[in-house]
C-alpha cells in the first residue's frame, strides 16, 4: 500500500497489532432475512480475523447449519471471500431454524461450537437473530454441562471452551433497530426503490397518471417515509403516523390541486404496514380505488416486493460493512468473561459498540408503544433521524396558498409585524455541479415558500449574480427537481470578487435580505469574501449560508459534502465492471483515476467499497519505493487463486507519478507475471442522477439552513429593514460526527489549506488502514480511534439517537 502508516501515535493508543488472535477460533454466520452488504461484513470478519491470526469459519444457512453441523461449518481462507463485495443477499446462506428455538436444538449447535473450539460468534441479522444469540450465551455454560454429562465431550473441552461471545452487526433493509443510524442494507434497498420511481416517473408523465407504490415496513416505514423525500412523493402512509380521519378527502384534495397546476403525475406511496387511526390497514389498491371514485384520475399500483433486498450492494453499505465486520472481530479480541454481547452501530461516522439487548429492548419498545397507539412516542423511539425524516416531510408536504403569502401593499404600508415575517431569500449554486444541488434547492424555495418568505433564484453563480439573472421562483418551479442531477440553476467557479460592486447593486435592487449558496470549495471562498466584505457594502450585511455541494468532498467544516455519495457509487460501479472483465482474463491489474483534486476522498472511500489493492492520495506521501512493493505485493497475489489487481490514483496525488507512469511502472515491473490497463473516469463522476441518500441529504439540510435564515432573519430585523455584521451570520451548515452545525466561515479559515483546497484535519483518513487490512497489507491500526472501545460499556442506545 502506498506510503508508510503515518507518523507515530503516543504509546498509550492500542493498535491493532497488540491484539493477538492466535489460537482463538472465529465463526461468522448471516441470519433472517438478507440484505444487500451482508457479503461485504462477512468478507470484513474474514480478513481482519486472519489477518490477526485467528482462524474463522463460515456457518452457513444461519442458525440450521449451525444446529446441523457437518459440512454446513467450513473454515474460511483469505482468497474464498474474493469477489463476494458487490454480490447481494449472502453467499453464506441464510434461514429461519425453528430448531435452534429449542433447547434441544440449541445444544446440538453447543456441541458442533465446541468439536471445532469456536468460541467467538459474528452474528449478522435482525433483532430475532440477535436476541436468539444472546440466548444462547447466556445458556452456553449449562449447554456445555449437558454435553459433559451426556458424554459428548470432556472435561478438557469445557475449560478451554468456557465462554461464548458474541458481537451482533445489524442486516435489515428495514432500518427498524435502535441504537444505529443506519442498518445493513437499508440504503442498497433505497437505491432500488428509487429507480423504480424514476422510471415509474417517466411513464407517469406520459400519460398523466398516478401511481400507488408500496414498499417493505410491515413494522417500520422508514423506507417509504425516506423514498417520499427522495422523490418528491405526494403522500406517504407509514405504520408510526397514521392519518387522521377525514384524510381520503384532504388526500384527494392535494391531488387535485397538483393537477391543476399542471403536474402530469402523482406519486403516493405506502408501507406494507400502513394503517389508519383506528389500525385499520390502508392498501394501494384502497387508495386506487379511492382515487379513482373521487377524481377519475388514471391510476396504476406498483408493488415493489423482494426486489427491494435484490442487486448490488450500494457503496455506503459496503462501506459500513466492512468498518462493522473490522470492528466486530476487534470487540471478540478484546472480549472479557465480563463483556456483555454487544452489537456494532454506525453513529455518525463512526463505528461504535452498543449493549446488545439494551438495544433490542428499545427496538421492541417501539413496537409496544404502537400497538398502544403511542405514535408519537414510536416516532421518538425510532430516533432524532427517524424524526427529522418526518419533521422535513410535514414541512415540504404544506403548501401555502397565494391568498396566505404576505401582500405587497401590507408591506409598503410599513406595518413592522408584516414586514417582520417576510423576507426576500435569494439561493443559488456556485462551483462545479454535484448531485443533490437540485433536491437542496427545491426544499429551500418550499421551505423558504412556507416560512413566509419570498424566494429568489440566482442563474450561473455570481456571474449571473452580477448581471442580474435573478428572478422569483415559486413553489411550481421546482416541482421535479429532487431526481434531476447537475445544476438546474446553473453554475459557475467564479469567485464574487471581481463583482462585488455589481453583485451589492443587484442585491439592493432585488432587495435580498438573505443568500443561501449551494456548492463546494468555491462556494466556502466566496462567502469567506462576502463576509470580509462587510464593511465596504452593507447589502453584504444579511444572514448567509452555504451548504457543502462537491463530489471531492473537500469542504471545511463538514465530515460529508452533497454529491460525493452519488460519486462514489458511479465510481464503484465502474470498477465492478471493469474487475468483471478480468473474469475471463487471468492476471490482469487495472490502474483507475479518479477526481477529487487534491482531496483523497473518492480514492480512498471507492477504494474500500470496491475491493482495491492500493489507493494512492495526495494526503499520504508515497515515493519509488512504496510503488515497487506495490507491485511486489500484486506479484505475490497473482500467485494466489486472486489473479487480478485494483489500483486507484487520485487525480492529484503526485505531479510526477501520473496516471501513465503508474501504468508504465506497473506494466514493465510486473511483465511475464501480470498485464496492466488503465481508465480515467473523468466527468462521468459528476453526472446522473443523485443518489438516494443525496436527495434525502440535501433535501433535509436545505430544510435546517432556511429555518436558520428565518431565525437570524427575524433576529437582525430592526429599524425597518435587515442588518447584521456579526460574525455567526454568515455560516457554513456541515455535518460533524453525528450532528448538523452552524459554524462561521470566518472561524473555519484556520481550519483549511486554501493551497490545496482541503480541510486541516480530514476524518476519512481513518478508514485508510482499514483498506489496506483488507488488502492484505500490514499496517497500524488505531484502535481506539477506530472504535471507541471505552464505551462499551457506558454507551446507552438513547445517547446515540443521530440528528440527520
Same mark, same amino acid.
Request: hydrophobic share 40%; charged share 25%.
Given at each position: 500500500?502506498?506510503?508508510?502508516?503515518?507518523?507515530?501515535?503516543?504509546? &498509550?493508543?492500542?493498535?491493532?497489532?497488540?491484539?493477538?488472535?492466535?489460537?482463538?477460533?472465529?465463526?461468522?454466520?448471516?441470519s433472517? /432475512?438478507?440484505?444487500?452488504g451482508?457479503?461485504?461484513?462477512?468478507?470484513?470478519?474474514? !480478513?481482519?480475523?486472519?489477518?490477526?491470526?485467528?482462524?474463522?469459519?463460515?456457518?452457513?444457512?444461519?442458525?440450521?447449519g449451525m444446529?446441523?453441523g457437518?459440512?454446513?461449518?467450513k473454515?474460511?481462507?483469505?482468497?474464498?471471500v474474493?469477489s463476494?463485495l458487490?454480490?447481494?443477499?449472502t453467499?453464506?446462506?441464510?434461514?429461519?431454524?425453528?430448531?435452534?428455538?429449542?433447547?434441544?436444538?440449541?445444544l446440538?449447535?453447543?456441541?458442533?461450537?465446541?468439536q471445532? /473450539?469456536?468460541?467467538?460468534?459474528c452474528?449478522?441479522?435482525?433483532?430475532?437473530?440477535?436476541?436468539?444469540?444472546? =440466548?444462547?450465551?447466556?445458556?452456553w455454560?449449562?449447554?456445555? #454441562?449437558e454435553?459433559?454429562?451426556?458424554?459428548?465431550?470432556n472435561?478438557?473441552a469445557?475449560?478451554?471452551?468456557?465462554?461464548?461471545? @458474541?458481537?451482533?452487526?445489524?442486516?435489515?433493509?428495514?432500518?427498524?433497530?435502535?441504537?444505529?443510524?443506519? %442498518?445493513?442494507?437499508?440504503?442498497? +434497498?433505497?437505491?432500488?426503490?428509487?429507480?423504480?420511481?424514476?422510471?415509474?416517473?417517466? &411513464?407517469?408523465?406520459?400519460?398523466?397518471?398516478?401511481f400507488?407504490?408500496?414498499?417493505?415496513?410491515?413494522?417500520?416505514?422508514?423506507?417509504?417515509?425516506?423514498?417520499a423525500?427522495?422523490?418528491?412523493?405526494?403522500?406517504?402512509?407509514?405504520?408510526?403516523?397514521?392519518?387522521?380521519d377525514?384524510?381520503?378527502d384532504?388526500m384527494?384534495?392535494?391531488?387535485?390541486?397538483?393537477?391543476?397546476?399542471?403536474?402530469?403525475?402523482?406519486?403516493?406511496?405506502?408501507?406494507?404496514?400502513?394503517?389508519?387511526?383506528?389500525?385499520?390497514?390502508?392498501?394501494?389498491?384502497?387508495?386506487?380505488?379511492?382515487?379513482v371514485?373521487?377524481?377519475?384520475?388514471?391510476?396504476r399500483? &406498483?408493488?415493489?416486493?423482494?426486489?427491494q433486498?435484490?442487486?448490488?450492494?450500494?457503496?455506503?453499505?459496503?462501506?459500513?460493512?466492512?468498518?462493522?465486520?473490522?470492528?466486530a472481530?476487534?470487540?471478540?479480541?478484546?472480549?472479557?468473561?465480563?463483556?456483555?454481547?454487544?452489537v456494532v452501530s454506525?453513529?455518525?461516522?463512526?463505528?461504535v459498540?452498543l449493549?446488545?439487548?439494551?438495544?433490542?429492548?428499545?427496538?421492541?419498545?417501539?413496537?409496544k408503544?404502537?400497538?398502544?397507539?403511542?405514535f408519537?412516542e414510536?416516532?421518538?423511539?425510532?430516533?432524532?433521524?427517524?424524526?427529522?425524516?418526518?419533521? %422535513?416531510?410535514?414541512?415540504?408536504? $404544506?403548501?401555502?396558498?397565494?391568498?396566505e403569502?404576505? #401582500?405587497?401593499?401590507?408591506?409598503?404600508?410599513?406595518?413592522e409585524?408584516?414586514?417582520?415575517?417576510?423576507?426576500?431569500?435569494?439561493?443559488?449554486n456556485? /462551483?462545479?455541479?454535484a448531485?443533490?444541488m437540485?433536491a437542496?434547492? !427545491?426544499?429551500?424555495?418550499?421551505?423558504?415558500?412556507?416560512?413566509g418568505?419570498?424566494?429568489?433564484?440566482?442563474?450561473?453563480g455570481?456571474?449571473g449574480?452580477?448581471k442580474?439573472?435573478?428572478?422569483?421562483?415559486?413553489?411550481?418551479?421546482?416541482?421535479?427537481?429532487?431526481g434531476?442531477?447537475?445544476s438546474l440553476l446553473?453554475t459557475?467557479?467564479t469567485?464574487? +470578487?471581481?463583482?462585488?460592486a455589481?453583485?451589492?447593486?443587484q442585491?439592493?435592487i432585488? #432587495?435580498?435580505?438573505?443568500? =443561501?449558496?449551494?456548492?463546494?470549495?468555491?462556494?466556502?471562498?466566496?462567502?469567506l469574501?462576502?463576509?470580509?466584505a462587510?464593511?465596504?457594502?452593507?447589502?453584504?450585511?444579511?444572514?448567509?449560508c452555504?451548504l457543502?455541494?462537491?463530489i471531492?468532498?473537500?469542504?471545511?467544516?463538514?465530515?460529508?459534502?452533497?454529491?460525493?455519495?452519488?460519486?462514489?457509487?458511479?465510481?464503484?460501479?465502474?470498477?465492478?465492471?471493469i474487475?468483471?472483465?478480468?473474469?475471463?482474463?487471468?492476471?490482469?491489474?487495472?490502474?483507475?483515476? &479518479?477526481?477529487?483534486?487534491y482531496?483523497? $476522498?473518492l480514492?480512498?472511500v471507492?477504494?474500500?467499497?470496491?475491493g482495491a489493492?492500493?489507493?494512492?492520495? $495526495?494526503?499520504?506521501?508515497?515515493?519509488?519505493?512504496d510503488?515497487?512493493?506495490n507491485v511486489?505485493?500484486?506479484?505475490q497475489?497473482?500467485?494466489?487463486? @486472486?489473479?487480478r489487481?485494483?489500483v486507484?490514483?487520485?487525480?492529484?496525488?503526485n505531479?510526477n507519478?501520473?496516471?501513465?507512469?503508474?501504468?508504465?511502472?506497473?506494466?514493465?515491473?510486473?511483465?511475464?507475471?501480470?498485464?496492466?490497463?488503465? #481508465?480515467?473516469?473523468?466527468?462521468?463522476q459528476q453526472?446522473?442522477?443523485?443518489?438516494?441518500?443525496?436527495?434525502?441529504f440535501?433535501?433535509?439540510?436545505?430544510?435546517?439552513?432556511?429555518?436558520?435564515?428565518?431565525?437570524m432573519?427575524?433576529e437582525?430585523y430592526?429599524?425597518?429593514?435587515?442588518?447584521t455584521?456579526?460574525?455567526?451570520t454568515?455560516?457554513?451548515? /456541515?455535518? !460533524?460526527?453525528?450532528?448538523?452545525?452552524?459554524?462561521?466561515?470566518a472561524?473555519?479559515?484556520?481550519?483549511?489549506?486554501f493551497e490545496?483546497? @482541503?480541510?486541516?484535519e480530514?476524518?476519512?483518513?481513518? =478508514?485508510?488502514?482499514?483498506m489496506?487490512?483488507?488488502?492484505?497489507?500490514?499496517?497500524? $491500526?488505531?484502535?481506539?480511534?477506530?472504535g471507541?472501545?471505552?464505551?462499551?460499556?457506558?454507551?446507552?442506545?438513547?445517547?446515540?439517537?443521530?440528528?440527520?
Amino acid at each position: 500500500m502506498a506510503g508508510n502508516a503515518g507518523p507515530k501515535r503516543q504509546d &498509550t493508543r492500542k493498535f491493532v497489532e497488540n491484539l493477538s488472535g492466535a489460537g482463538k477460533c472465529i465463526a461468522v454466520l448471516t441470519s433472517g /432475512g438478507d440484505a444487500q452488504g451482508m457479503n461485504a461484513a462477512v468478507r470484513a470478519v474474514v !480478513r481482519m480475523g486472519i489477518y490477526v491470526g485467528a482462524k474463522v469459519y463460515f456457518i452457513h444457512e444461519g442458525y440450521q447449519g449451525m444446529v446441523d453441523g457437518g459440512d454446513n461449518i467450513k473454515e474460511a481462507t483469505w482468497e474464498s471471500v474474493s469477489s463476494m463485495l458487490q454480490v447481494g443477499g449472502t453467499v453464506i446462506g441464510s434461514a429461519r431454524c425453528k430448531e435452534f428455538r429449542t433447547h434441544e436444538g440449541r445444544l446440538k449447535a453447543a456441541h458442533n461450537l465446541v468439536q471445532r /473450539g469456536i468460541t467467538n460468534l459474528c452474528v449478522i441479522g435482525g433483532d430475532g437473530s440477535l436476541t436468539g444469540a444472546n =440466548l444462547f450465551r447466556e445458556e452456553w455454560s449449562g449447554l456445555l #454441562n449437558e454435553l459433559l454429562e451426556q458424554g459428548l465431550i470432556n472435561e478438557e473441552a469445557v475449560s478451554s471452551n468456557s465462554v461464548l461471545h @458474541i458481537v451482533g452487526m445489524v442486516g435489515s433493509i428495514d432500518n427498524d433497530f435502535c441504537g444505529t443510524d443506519m %442498518t445493513i442494507g437499508t440504503d442498497s +434497498a433505497l437505491h432500488r426503490i428509487i429507480e423504480v420511481v424514476d422510471a415509474i416517473m417517466t &411513464t407517469a408523465q406520459s400519460h398523466q397518471r398516478t401511481f400507488v407504490l408500496e414498499v417493505m415496513g410491515r413494522h417500520c416505514g422508514y423506507l417509504a417515509l425516506v423514498s417520499a423525500l427522495a422523490c418528491g412523493a405526494d403522500w406517504v402512509f407509514i405504520p408510526e403516523m397514521p392519518p387522521d380521519d377525514g384524510w381520503e378527502d384532504n388526500m384527494c384534495q392535494k391531488l387535485s390541486e397538483n393537477r391543476a397546476d399542471k403536474k402530469r403525475l402523482n406519486i403516493i406511496i405506502v408501507a406494507e404496514g400502513a394503517i389508519d387511526s383506528h389500525n385499520k390497514a390502508i392498501t394501494p389498491d384502497y387508495i386506487k380505488d379511492l382515487v379513482v371514485r373521487c377524481l377519475g384520475f388514471d391510476t396504476r399500483v &406498483t408493488i415493489l416486493g423482494h426486489v427491494q433486498r435484490g442487486g448490488t450492494p450500494s457503496a455506503f453499505d459496503r462501506i459500513l460493512a466492512s468498518r462493522m465486520g473490522v470492528e466486530a472481530v476487534l470487540a471478540l479480541l478484546e472480549a472479557s468473561t465480563e463483556t456483555p454481547a454487544c452489537v456494532v452501530s454506525l453513529v455518525g461516522n463512526q463505528a461504535v459498540r452498543l449493549p446488545l439487548m439494551e438495544c433490542v429492548q428499545m427496538t421492541q419498545e417501539v413496537q409496544k408503544a404502537m400497538d398502544e397507539k403511542k405514535f408519537d412516542e414510536a416516532v421518538r423511539l425510532r430516533g432524532r433521524s427517524f424524526e427529522n425524516n418526518l419533521s %422535513t416531510y410535514r414541512l415540504l408536504s $404544506y403548501r401555502k396558498l397565494d391568498s396566505e403569502l404576505p #401582500n405587497g401593499e401590507e408591506e409598503e404600508a410599513g406595518d413592522e409585524e408584516q414586514c417582520h415575517s417576510s423576507f426576500n431569500v435569494a439561493v443559488m449554486n456556485v /462551483g462545479a455541479p454535484a448531485a443533490g444541488m437540485n433536491a437542496a434547492v !427545491r426544499s429551500a424555495v418550499r421551505v423558504g415558500i412556507t416560512e413566509g418568505h419570498k424566494m429568489f433564484a440566482v442563474n450561473d453563480g455570481f456571474e449571473g449574480f452580477a448581471k442580474g439573472q435573478i428572478k422569483e421562483i415559486k413553489w411550481g418551479d421546482v416541482g421535479g427537481w429532487t431526481g434531476q442531477g447537475g445544476s438546474l440553476l446553473g453554475t459557475k467557479r467564479t469567485l464574487p +470578487a471581481k463583482h462585488l460592486a455589481k453583485i451589492a447593486e443587484q442585491m439592493r435592487i432585488h #432587495n435580498i435580505n438573505a443568500l =443561501l449558496v449551494i456548492g463546494g470549495f468555491e462556494a466556502f471562498e466566496s462567502l469567506l469574501e462576502l463576509y470580509e466584505a462587510r464593511a465596504h457594502h452593507e447589502e453584504f450585511c444579511v444572514p448567509m449560508c452555504i451548504l457543502p455541494a462537491t463530489i471531492s468532498n473537500n469542504v471545511p467544516g463538514t465530515d460529508h459534502s452533497l454529491g460525493a455519495d452519488t460519486s462514489l457509487n458511479a465510481i464503484v460501479e465502474t470498477c465492478d465492471r471493469i474487475k468483471q472483465s478480468a473474469s475471463g482474463t487471468k492476471r490482469r491489474v487495472f490502474i483507475i483515476e &479518479t477526481m477529487g483534486g487534491y482531496c483523497g $476522498y473518492l480514492a480512498t472511500v471507492g477504494g474500500l467499497a470496491a475491493g482495491a489493492d492500493t489507493v494512492y492520495i $495526495y494526503e499520504e506521501t508515497f515515493d519509488i519505493r512504496d510503488l515497487q512493493a506495490n507491485v511486489e505485493h500484486l506479484t505475490q497475489k497473482m500467485k494466489t487463486s @486472486i489473479q487480478r489487481g485494483l489500483v486507484l490514483r487520485n487525480e492529484n496525488c503526485n505531479e510526477n507519478f501520473t496516471t501513465d507512469f503508474i501504468y508504465q511502472l506497473y506494466s514493465e515491473e510486473g511483465r511475464g507475471v501480470f498485464d496492466c490497463r488503465k #481508465n480515467i473516469l473523468g466527468h462521468m463522476q459528476q453526472g446522473g442522477a443523485p443518489s438516494p441518500f443525496d436527495r434525502n441529504f440535501g433535501t433535509k439540510v436545505a430544510a435546517k439552513a432556511m429555518q436558520w435564515i428565518t431565525r437570524m432573519l427575524k433576529e437582525s430585523y430592526k429599524g425597518g429593514k435587515v442588518f447584521t455584521n456579526a460574525e455567526d451570520t454568515a455560516c457554513l451548515l /456541515g455535518m !460533524r460526527r453525528r450532528a448538523m452545525v452552524f459554524q462561521p466561515v470566518a472561524q473555519l479559515r484556520e481550519e483549511t489549506d486554501f493551497e490545496h483546497r @482541503i480541510p486541516k484535519e480530514q476524518w476519512w483518513l481513518k =478508514l485508510r488502514p482499514l483498506m489496506k487490512i483488507l488488502a492484505k497489507y500490514k499496517t497500524f $491500526y488505531d484502535v481506539s480511534d477506530a472504535g471507541q472501545l471505552e464505551h462499551v460499556t457506558r454507551v446507552r442506545p438513547k445517547d446515540f439517537q443521530p440528528s440527520v
